[in-house]
């Protein structure tokens, strides 16, 4: 079945230590990635894209993302984490075929940081 | 320039109830999408409009419905009100299909 994995549901980390959150898609062709970063009680705002091209992406607030089609994965990293990083990460993916450009997410991952 | 706008930002219906949630989209954007976000999942897909046209629907009954004006603004209607339909519901305008861009949401409770 066509689907957005997140597998981990809850992060920690220490402020100013790397992060890396994981997200996989099982689509038959490679779909646009996208990454979203949702404070308490806030709507989404877009870290990054990937549509083609460089498979390693740059975004806003220090974070990149890089895709590999070999294993359907476009994981989301930033070397050093900040307090204010603290809020729910979802990927997204938008299916090559699908023309409306509907977005589906993943479960989420909760990112805490400790000071 | 002013982002996705929502309205109302909060609103607490009782079952059976129907509702009107409106959405504002970038000025320039003329497609929007509604999401229905349920506490502790992940946004889940309703509708996207185009230039007034459906184009997409997601897994939902026919109690939801919404609709695209001229201006491109857009409104999302709920008929006969569940407790299940309690969530944050989540309106984003786009240009095209690319990225899209989203409002704060409205928190819908129902009791």
């Known amino acids: 079945a066509q689907s957005v994995t997140q597998p981990d549901i809850h992060i920690t980390v220490s402020e100013g230590a790397s992060l890396e959150l994981r997200c996989n898609y099982s689509?038959?062709?490679?779909?646009?990635l996208f990454w979203y970063v949702q404070s308490p009680g806030q709507g989404l705002q877009l870290l990054l894209k990937?549509?083609?091209?460089?498979?390693l992406v740059q975004g806003i607030k220090g974070f990149e993302a890089e895709f590999k089609r070999s294993q359907s994965s476009f994981n989301l990293r930033k070397p050093s984490v900040h307090w204010s990083d603290a809020a729910e990460y979802f990927c997204?993916?938008?299916?090559?075929?699908?023309?409306?450009?509907?977005?589906?997410f993943g479960q989420g991952t909760e990112l805490s940081v400790k000071p | 320039d002013a982002g996705v706008t929502q309205s109302p930002t909060h609103l607490i219906k009782t079952r059976g109830q129907h509702v009107t949630l409106r959405c504002s989209p970038i000025?320039?954007?003329?497609?929007v999408s509604w999401y229905q976000q349920v506490l502790g999942q992940g946004p889940q897909f309703i509708f996207q409009?185009?230039?007034?046209?459906?184009?997409g629907r997601g897994n939902f009954p026919d109690r939801f419905s919404a609709r695209q004006f001229p201006n491109y603004s857009s409104e999302l209607n709920v008929n006969a009100l569940l407790l299940g339909d309690s969530a944050l519901y989540l309106c984003?305008?786009?240009?095209?299909?690319?990225?899209?861009?989203f409002g704060p949401g409205t928190r819908l409770t129902v009791t």
């Open positions: 984003a305008s786009s240009f095209g299909v690319d990225e899209q861009y």
């Open positions: 990937y549509f083609s091209g460089d498979t």
């Open positions: 000025s320039g954007h003329k497609s």
């Open positions: 689509y038959g062709a490679t779909p646009y």
């Open positions: 409009y185009y230039e007034k046209e459906e184009r």
């Open positions: 997204a993916v938008v299916p090559i075929y699908n023309q409306g450009g509907k977005l589906i």
